[in-house]
T-cell receptor
Framework: ETGVTQSPTHLIKTRGQQVTLRCSSQ?????VSWYQQALGQGPQFIFQ???????GRGNFPPRFSGLQFPNYSSELNVNALELDDSALYLC?????????????FGPGTRLTVL | QKEVEQNSGPLSVPEGAIASLNCTYS??????FFWYRQYSGKSPELIMF????GDKEDGRFTAQLNKASQYVSLLIRDSQPSDSATYLC?????????FGTGTKLQVIP
């Protein structure tokens, strides 16, 4: 177990709706990254938060947004859901060092958009 | 060119053999290198990380890094059927970790 938790485990939404996914980081970690993983693909980087500030973003539209809270838990919000948003959403927490981040993943949230 | 490239496989090896998984990356500024194992329907699990050129061993696993060739590999000795999974190579630079699409490994009993 990595100590990283995510909720909910599964979620079904309809096109156009909004969704909020939650992540609780491993104790002591100050960085959280969110990824989208479609079936048969590697995780695609959405964005990263370091000490409550967005610290890097992948090639995702602004309708994907996030927050990191003082206790280093995090949210991923997706507005105006599209069918292609159906995927496994992963959060990974890490402790930033001079060599970078060693990321530990939560169990993921499986989102289905109908 | 993809940032992190892996052969998608499947790579089939008999039980007890050595499995060799390979990965190349394009960003010469990359500083950290990771191997994750992912079982179907589960999240990635960290197996190894390596920062310096050379070999790093942990149990049955050995990670090898050659920054000049922009190449990283994972060797699994004495492969077991429980090693059957998708192995993801990930490469870290400042603020970002980029994943390959993974190599599916099948260990045949």
């Amino acid at each position: 177990e990595t100590g990283v938790t995510q909720s909910p485990t599964h979620l079904i939404k309809t096109r156009g709706q909004q969704v909020t996914l939650r992540c609780s980081s491993q104790s002591g970690h100050n960085t959280v990254s969110w990824y989208q993983q479609a079936l048969g693909q590697g995780p695609q980087f959405i964005f990263q938060y370091y000490r409550e500030e967005e610290n890097g973003r992948g090639n995702f539209p602004p309708r994907f947004s996030g927050l990191q809270f003082p206790n280093y838990s995090s949210e991923l919000n997706v507005n105006a859901l599209e069918l292609d948003d159906s995927a496994l959403y992963l959060c990974a927490s890490s402790l930033r060092t001079s060599l970078g981040d060693t990321q530990y993943f939560g169990p993921g949230t499986r989102l289905t958009v109908l | 060119q993809k940032e992190v490239e892996q052969n998608s496989g499947p790579l089939s090896v008999p039980e007890g053999a050595i499995a060799s998984l390979n990965c190349t990356y394009s960003d010469q500024g990359s500083q950290s290198f990771f191997w994750y194992r992912q079982y179907s329907g589960k999240s990635p699990e960290l197996i190894m990380f390596i920062y310096s050129n050379g070999d790093k061993e942990d149990g049955r696993f050995t990670a090898q890094l050659n920054k000049a060739s922009q190449y990283v590999s994972l060797l699994i000795r004495d492969s077991q059927p429980s090693d059957s999974a998708t192995y993801l190579c990930a490469v870290g630079s400042y603020q970002k970790v980029t994943f390959g699409t993974g190599t599916k490994l099948q260990v045949i009993p």
